[in-house]
């Protein structure tokens, strides 16, 4: 952690000014009683940044945002899970604003200052009157502390609710920064929908926001979610209402340089807790490329291995079976020379030049017997690296796929 | 089947001139007395094509057939089991040279007119010892019904033997094509070593066959292979020895395409065979992307669905969610407009302009009890189109790739 830079608790409602909540109002079938919609406000005008899925099969609330978001003030989000609203034509944009709509009417704000976000089954219309229905109760429902409710209510197949805060000291003020998430999946090659929401009460410009916020994602979730493999409904937004006071920062400045390190220790650690969460996951695996002759060729590499069903079903069973990373990288479309590729687990030889590197095969597999390790790739073509973060391949990923 | 193409026994040994064997000579530590040494030889000279890996890891029997298959005549192949000999350096090269060379010198021929292929686990070294001695028994066991014992040879994770052999009347002769086969894990997306090999007695210039083989690999084995997934060590062989004693076939006559098209038959038949026989599937199922605006998009479309995890498992678990579908050609780069697509379950529709068809969910869950179906999706933007095999995703995969 950066000096000057602190954990707090408190999550998406840390920073001043921002209140969430939320209730059930039974758009998952038979679910007894579980969150399934949420509200976050900001109580003071707030600009904001987002980055949606690449996938050209957009969601209907990914749409509505995407005009939202071009809106100069923005006061909240609304968000449902058990439903995701995408593949569902008009009816769904009718549905998506009519989210917006009953969210701004209760809290007296305009209908273009709400950002909507669903996930959830595609394909089915939204129970929209059960939602609307619930609104009045959702606002109700608005607290200072409601970040775990909020964080609570997105979640699908996730098993723990994901937040984080942190405060950091700039010039006299201290500026805090929250944020929830919910998982997605296996994290390759098939994400789920990944939602992640961040506030804070910095005082910056909407464009200074965007330009951070988009670095910020760019490394931390997108190393875990493999850019051609987005859901229909990737969302990350992020609203700052200037309520810590703060002199604006401004690019240039080393305060920005600070508050973008602070954003992307959150999102970071959010992206991490996502991979923790993984369905029916045993192994989380950093696969580490490095020494590729371009960036992309390092990206190209670490994807088709961390995408890789044999190499993950490998890990499952804790077989340090490098054969299967080397096949990866060959058919990967990264330059590649077979002769030069070195493979360590946690730092241990296992290729060398291509080949065995002759270290016994019962150290490799011990070092797989942990929860955790690293798989690093060097190519020795270059100095160019990127890092992938994944895990292995379960039956049990299977059977939680395998229907509603 | 085309009119005077008729299936007949004998795989790769139907063909005149051919012979084929196989031993066990211990390569996989522990299994008891398996076949694990293939060999099929022509008495008679032979030309011969083949098609590689395009994986850039190519395992050195990959290197040393890339070679051999420049020489003007062609005797044979040697194959083993259990080890792949690939990620093995210059002692992987020296050993599968070592491999023609026994067989050329127990045979009579010369070292060039031998291929070689490997299949098993990546980055060990062969028992090179075992298989020279064991070079002598298994040119012995030459029959000219060995087809079965070869077929068996090659299988590694297999579960039957794939061979095939068809004759087709050619003016007043009899040409007959062989064919053995071996399969693939799961089909999509990490495939294992895939290995054809297919004899005929037609006569016919090396440079025609490569030709017609390089087009029946195409609409065979490729639509089954993602071809950028391609393992170290893939190969298609094919040996042609003139016994038939037909007037040489050419391109321009009407036999040149009615060979093609019984090659076609042999070869798609085997690829069938593989899907049928992957990993741990329950289900076969064909992935039919049409209306696409070009080939490669039908292609991208057609390879994601087929390569979609969840999707995958939705198949498994018997569950019509077309909505992963969706996602899958959204994300798979090909050009989709989302208000146009319909999706079909053995010609059911599911998903019309993009959205629920309102076919009930209980009619299209029917569908998905079969073993078989085929998902066809309609982006009506062109006259493309692009057809995959594929399987299911399973617990049962994963058990049996989670290690040795």
């Known amino acids: 952690m950066e000096p000057g830079l602190f954990e707090i608790t408190g999550g998406i409602t840390a920073p001043k000014g921002f209140r969430a909540g939320a209730v059930h109002c039974g758009i998952k079938e038979g679910s007894t009683g579980k969150l399934d919609l949420g509200l976050v406000i900001s109580d ?17 609330p990914v749409r509505v945002s995407a005009a939202h978001i071009r809106s100069s003030e923005t006061r909240g989000i609304i968000v449902n899970s058990g439903n995701a609203n995408a593949c569902t034509g008009s009816t769904g944009i009718q549905d998506a604003r009519r989210m917006t709509q009953a969210a701004a009417r209760e809290s007296k704000y305009k209908e273009r200052q709400i950002l909507v ?5 595609i394909g089915r219309q939204l129970p929209i009157e059960k939602i609307e229905k619930a609104v009045p109760a959702l606002v109700a429902d608005l607290k200072t502390d409601g970040s ?4 609570q209510a997105i979640m699908t197949t996730d098993t723990f609710e994901k937040q984080v805060a942190v405060e950091l000291s700039v010039g006299n003020c201290a500026i805090r920064i929250g944020g929830v998430a919910k998982g997605a999946g296996m994290i390759n090659p098939d994400m789920a929908t990944m939602l992640c929401f961040v506030t804070t009460d ?4 909407k464009r200074d926001l965007q330009d951070l916020f988009s670095a910020s994602v760019e490394q931390s979730f997108n190393p875990i979610t493999v850019d051609g493999d987005m859901s229909t409904n990737d969302t990350a937004i992020c609203l700052a209402n200037g309520k810590a006071e703060n002199p604006p920062v401004l690019p240039d400045q080393k305060e920005y340089a600070l508050l973008g390190e602070a954003l992307n220790f959150v999102t ?3 992206a991490r807790m996502i991979v923790e969460d993984g369905e029916g996951v045993t192994k989380f695996v950093e696969v580490h490329v490095k020494g590729a002759a371009t960036y992309q060729d390092a990206r190209k590499a670490a994807q088709a291995i961390a995408n890789s ?6 890990w499952f069973g804790r077989d340090p079976n490098w054969g299967r990373i080397m096949a990866a990288v060959g058919y990967s479309s990264a330059k590649v020379r077979e002769e030069m590729i070195d493979i360590f687990f946690n730092g241990v030889i296992a ?4 080949i065995a590197s002759g270290t016994p095969e019962d150290k490799l597999r011990e070092i797989l017997q942990n929860k955790k ?3 690093t790739i060097d190519l020795h073509l270059g100095a160019a690296e990127y890092k992938v973060f994944t895990t292995d391949l379960t039956p049990d990923y299977v059977q939680l796929n395998m229907g509603e």
């Open 44 to 60: 003071f005008p707030a600009v904001s940044a987002a980055t949606f899925t690449t996938n050209k099969i957009k969601a209907a």
């Open 117 to 121: 976000c669903s996930t959830g089954r």
């Open 148 to 151: 775990t409710r909020l964080a």
């Open 202 to 205: 910095a005082q910056i410009a």
């Open 268 to 270: 970071r650690r959010l």
């Open 309 to 314: 069903n044999l190499a993950k079903c490998a």
């Open 351 to 354: 290729t060398q030049h291509g």
């Open 373 to 375: 390790f690293t798989i």
